[in-house]
């Protein structure tokens, strides 16, 4: 389909209990139709905790209940959660289709300011997948510093970053998503949470959706849950990259 109808949540998060905020969230999706994408934040299930796999849903759990909003809403829907797996704990990005088909990305870039690099594995591989005629990135809140990792290699067309960004760096978030638009020529959407979570640290969300271009088509209410939504079109994305292919004289990058 050449268009492609998103929605970002940005919501506070309930510390380390996993049930109260998939009943928040239910609360949330209770009222949203008519959308191709829903996006929640990192660490949906529990916030950014270092502990937080040890004690958070299992993977099954999560899956079936994003599955289970993918379906009633006919729309891909998905976060990050801490997952424990068999050879240790990951931040993982769940993406679950109506149908049941899941996406998955382990984040790569771990926070180590916050030892984040000490208690999960870093992912391994980029992911790209696609749904419903567009092709998609995701990418998980410390990713969005490193651009080699998610340089566009004419192979998307809509960024997805999730994150918990402390408040005080909300000036870098802002800057690298619309940086990250411009220089890859594909649409950025970034879902960052709200609020005060278990360590004490406050949380702006300035969630916001960008044009290629890097125009601010929606932008949440900083320190405000909110819902913010936009209407994508494949057809302009093309047009600006046939119009302006500065992508064809991109520096080829191996990781």
Not at 236 to 248: G, H, S, T, V
């Amino acid at each position: 389909m050449s268009t492609l109808n998103i929605t970002v949540l940005q919501e506070t998060l309930t510390w380390m209990d996993g049930e109260a905020n998939l009943r928040h969230f239910d609360r949330v999706l209770s009222g949203i139709h008519g959308r191709d994408l829903i996006l929640l934040p990192e660490m949906f299930t529990t916030g950014f905790a270092m502990e937080a796999a040890k004690s958070s849903l299992p993977q099954q759990q999560v899956v079936e209940w994003l599955h289970g909003h993918a379906r009633t809403r006919n729309a891909l829907v998905g976060g990050s959660a801490a997952i424990q797996t068999e050879n240790g704990a990951v931040n993982r990005f769940l993406l679950v289709e109506p149908d049941g088909t899941l996406h998955q990305y382990d984040k790569r870039h771990l926070f180590r300011m916050a030892d984040e690099h000490h208690h999960y594995l870093p992912g391994e591989t980029r992911e790209v997948f696609n749904w419903r005629g567009w092709r998609i990135l995701p990418q998980i809140c410390y990713d969005l510093r490193f651009p080699v990792f998610s340089r566009n290699r004419n192979d998307y067309d809509l960024a997805l970053f999730v994150a918990n960004w402390p408040a005080p760096r909300a000036l870098h978030w802002q800057a690298l998503l619309l940086a990250r638009a411009i220089e890859n020529q594909a649409y950025v959407a970034g879902c960052n949470r709200v609020g005060e979570d278990g360590n004490h640290h406050q949380y702006s969300g300035d969630s916001r959706i960008i044009s290629p271009q890097g125009e601010i088509l929606s932008a949440a209410e900083p320190f405000k849950q909110a819902r913010i939504d936009a209407e994508l079109s494949l057809d302009a994305l093309n047009a600006y990259r046939e119009r302006f292919p500065a992508w064809r004289d991109a520096d080829n990058f191996s990781l």
